[in-house]
Nanobody, 127 residues
Framework: QVQLVESGGGSVQAGGPLRLSCAAF??????????MAWFRQVPGKEREGVAA????????FYADSVKDRFTISQDNAKKTLYLQMNSLKAEDSGMYYC??????????????????WGQGIQVTVSS
């Protein structure tokens, strides 16, 4: 199975940047053929898709709330997914999860279809 490990979370003031990383371990299939995504969740609310990237299909997804502020990318050689977050807002706070799906029909913000998940990492934006 695939193991995903997030890093780079923490506390930051509103308006500042933060970069999250997600390292993948154990997969033997080509990394570029996984749909990789970031989700976030706060207590009492549904898990929300933030951004997703599927290199094989040339597909990129961003939630409307983060467009023009967040950038998703990946390094196939390092099997690592990144989320560069700029101009952070208090409402961006939450637990961020890395997720992966093998050659899905679609790659987007719905958690359905993502088989592999990281443990999550906290992001707190103060104002």
């Amino acid at each position: 199975q695939v193991q995903l490990v997030e890093s780079g979370g923490g506390s930051v003031q509103a308006g500042g940047p933060l970069r999250l990383s997600c390292a993948a371990f154990g997969e033997r299939l080509p990394y570029s053929r996984f749909c990789m995504a970031w989700f976030r969740q706060v207590p009492g609310k549904e898990r929300e898709g933030v951004a997703a990237f599927f290199a094989f299909a040339g597909m990129t997804f961003y939630a409307d709330s983060v467009k023009d502020r967040f950038t998703i990318s990946q390094d196939n050689a390092k099997k690592t997914l990144y989320l560069q977050m700029n101009s952070l807002k208090a409402e961006d706070s939450g637990m961020y999860y890395c997720a992966a799906a093998w050659m899905p029909r679609s790659c987007g913000g719905s958690p359905v279809g993502y088989r592999y998940w990281g443990q999550g990492i906290q992001v707190t934006v103060s104002s």
